[in-house]
Protein backbone atom coordinates (compact mmCIF):
# COMPACT_ATOMS: atom_id res chain seq x y z
CA UNK A 1 0.00 0.00 0.00
CA UNK A 2 1.13 3.41 -0.68
CA UNK A 3 1.98 5.88 1.70
CA UNK A 4 -0.71 8.09 2.44
CA UNK A 5 1.52 10.99 2.97
CA UNK A 6 2.38 10.93 -1.05
CA UNK A 7 -1.65 11.39 -1.20
CA UNK A 8 -1.12 14.98 0.54
CA UNK A 9 1.44 16.90 -1.77
CA UNK A 10 1.62 19.98 -2.17
CA UNK A 11 -1.05 21.34 -3.58
CA UNK A 12 -4.22 19.42 -1.45
CA UNK A 13 -2.77 21.20 1.88
CA UNK A 14 -2.60 24.87 0.21
CA UNK A 15 -6.08 24.30 -0.76
CA UNK A 16 -7.30 22.26 2.47
CA UNK A 17 -5.73 25.64 4.52
CA UNK A 18 -6.73 27.95 2.35
CA UNK A 19 -9.52 26.92 0.47
CA UNK A 20 -10.70 28.55 -2.83
CA UNK A 21 -14.58 29.91 -3.55
CA UNK A 22 -15.24 29.00 0.31
CA UNK A 23 -18.71 31.14 0.45
CA UNK A 24 -22.14 30.82 0.61
CA UNK A 25 -23.48 32.84 -3.21
CA UNK A 26 -26.23 34.42 -2.03
CA UNK A 27 -27.41 35.05 -5.24
CA UNK A 28 -27.17 31.49 -6.25
CA UNK A 29 -29.69 30.05 -8.85
CA UNK A 30 -28.52 26.27 -8.57
CA UNK A 31 -27.41 24.99 -4.89
CA UNK A 32 -27.30 21.75 -3.78
CA UNK A 33 -25.98 19.64 -0.74
CA UNK A 34 -24.34 16.64 -0.96
CA UNK A 35 -23.08 13.82 1.70
CA UNK A 36 -20.76 10.93 2.45
CA UNK A 37 -21.64 9.27 5.40
CA UNK A 38 -18.37 6.95 4.92
CA UNK A 39 -16.27 9.73 5.92
CA UNK A 40 -18.66 11.99 7.19
CA UNK A 41 -18.27 14.63 4.60
CA UNK A 42 -21.16 17.22 4.24
CA UNK A 43 -20.75 19.80 1.33
CA UNK A 44 -23.31 22.50 -0.49
CA UNK A 45 -22.29 23.61 -3.45
CA UNK A 46 -23.78 27.47 -5.01
CA UNK A 47 -23.90 27.96 -8.36
CA UNK A 48 -24.46 31.12 -10.15
CA UNK A 49 -25.54 30.37 -13.74
CA UNK A 50 -26.30 32.64 -16.70
CA UNK A 51 -26.65 31.53 -20.42
CA UNK A 52 -25.35 28.16 -19.05
CA UNK A 53 -21.96 29.91 -17.97
CA UNK A 54 -20.91 28.92 -14.13
CA UNK A 55 -20.43 33.03 -13.60
CA UNK A 56 -20.01 32.17 -9.89
CA UNK A 57 -19.34 29.15 -7.54
CA UNK A 58 -18.97 28.70 -3.80
CA UNK A 59 -18.99 25.63 -1.40
CA UNK A 60 -19.28 25.24 2.20
CA UNK A 61 -19.15 22.32 4.11
CA UNK A 62 -17.17 20.37 6.52
CA UNK A 63 -14.92 16.83 6.18
CA UNK A 64 -11.78 15.38 5.28
CA UNK A 65 -8.94 17.32 3.96
CA UNK A 66 -9.66 15.35 0.29
CA UNK A 67 -12.71 16.32 0.49
CA UNK A 68 -12.34 20.19 1.14
CA UNK A 69 -9.42 20.00 -1.04
CA UNK A 70 -11.38 18.50 -4.06
CA UNK A 71 -13.93 21.06 -3.75
CA UNK A 72 -11.75 23.97 -3.77
CA UNK A 73 -9.50 22.39 -6.74
CA UNK A 74 -12.94 22.13 -8.55
CA UNK A 75 -14.94 25.46 -8.28
CA UNK A 76 -11.46 27.00 -9.29
CA UNK A 77 -12.10 24.98 -12.28
CA UNK A 78 -14.78 24.85 -13.36
CA UNK A 79 -15.47 28.60 -12.43
CA UNK A 80 -16.35 31.02 -16.05
CA UNK A 81 -17.03 27.72 -17.88
CA UNK A 82 -19.88 26.17 -19.59
CA UNK A 83 -21.86 23.33 -18.21
CA UNK A 84 -21.15 21.53 -21.16
CA UNK A 85 -17.36 21.58 -20.07
CA UNK A 86 -18.15 21.21 -16.72
CA UNK A 87 -19.25 17.83 -17.17
CA UNK A 88 -16.62 17.06 -18.77
CA UNK A 89 -14.57 17.95 -16.56
CA UNK A 90 -16.51 15.32 -13.84
CA UNK A 91 -16.39 12.84 -16.53
CA UNK A 92 -12.59 13.03 -16.90
CA UNK A 93 -12.27 13.44 -13.33
CA UNK A 94 -14.17 10.40 -11.85
CA UNK A 95 -12.38 8.49 -14.80
CA UNK A 96 -8.90 9.67 -13.05
CA UNK A 97 -9.68 8.95 -9.70
CA UNK A 98 -11.66 5.31 -10.80
CA UNK A 99 -8.54 4.19 -13.31
CA UNK A 100 -5.78 1.52 -12.13
CA UNK A 101 -3.14 3.29 -10.00
CA UNK A 102 -0.65 3.01 -12.99
CA UNK A 103 -2.76 4.63 -15.70
CA UNK A 104 -1.46 8.24 -16.55
CA UNK A 105 -3.73 11.38 -15.67
CA UNK A 106 -4.72 13.38 -18.32
CA UNK A 107 -2.93 16.47 -16.97
CA UNK A 108 -3.54 18.75 -19.83
CA UNK A 109 -7.48 17.92 -19.54
CA UNK A 110 -7.08 18.28 -16.02
CA UNK A 111 -4.79 20.93 -15.14
CA UNK A 112 -4.49 21.11 -10.93
CA UNK A 113 -7.32 18.73 -10.66
CA UNK A 114 -4.65 15.82 -11.90
CA UNK A 115 -3.51 16.84 -7.62
CA UNK A 116 -6.00 14.29 -6.82
CA UNK A 117 -5.09 11.39 -8.61
CA UNK A 118 -3.20 9.55 -6.01
CA UNK A 119 -6.69 8.95 -4.66
CA UNK A 120 -7.35 6.18 -7.12
CA UNK A 121 -4.63 4.09 -4.32
CA UNK A 122 -6.98 4.60 -1.68
CA UNK A 123 -10.73 3.56 -2.74
CA UNK A 124 -12.52 5.17 0.84
CA UNK A 125 -10.61 8.16 -0.30
CA UNK A 126 -12.64 8.08 -3.94
CA UNK A 127 -15.65 9.00 -2.82
CA UNK A 128 -14.28 11.94 -0.83
CA UNK A 129 -12.93 13.44 -3.73
CA UNK A 130 -16.05 12.88 -5.89
CA UNK A 131 -18.30 14.30 -3.31
CA UNK A 132 -18.35 17.70 -4.35
CA UNK A 133 -18.19 16.96 -8.34
CA UNK A 134 -21.76 14.65 -7.56
CA UNK A 135 -22.80 17.86 -5.70
CA UNK A 136 -22.35 20.38 -8.67
CA UNK A 137 -24.03 17.98 -10.75
CA UNK A 138 -26.85 17.87 -8.85
CA UNK A 139 -27.29 21.26 -8.27
CA UNK A 140 -26.61 21.90 -12.44
CA UNK A 141 -29.33 19.41 -12.95
CA UNK A 142 -31.74 20.69 -10.73
CA UNK A 143 -31.94 17.65 -7.94
CA UNK A 144 -33.38 18.88 -5.03
CA UNK A 145 -32.79 15.63 -2.60
CA UNK A 146 -29.58 16.06 -0.65
CA UNK A 147 -26.85 13.35 -2.90
CA UNK A 148 -25.02 10.78 -0.73
CA UNK A 149 -22.35 8.81 -2.06
CA UNK A 150 -23.60 5.55 -0.38
ZN1 LIG B 1 -13.60 12.37 3.34
Same mark, same amino acid.
Request: charged share 20%; net charge negative.
Given at each position: ???????????????????????????????????????????????????????? *???????? %?? =?? /???? !???? #???????????????????? *???????? %?? =?? /???? !???? #??????????????????????????????????
Amino acid at each position: MADLRELYQQVILDHNRSPRNYKRLPDASHTAEGTNPLCGDEITVYVLLEDDVIKD *VGFQGSGC %AI =SQ /ASAS !LMTS #AVKGRGTDEAEQLFRAFHDM *VTAGPDAP %AD =SK /ALGK !LAAL #AGVRQFPARVKCANLPWHTLHAALTGVHEPVSTE
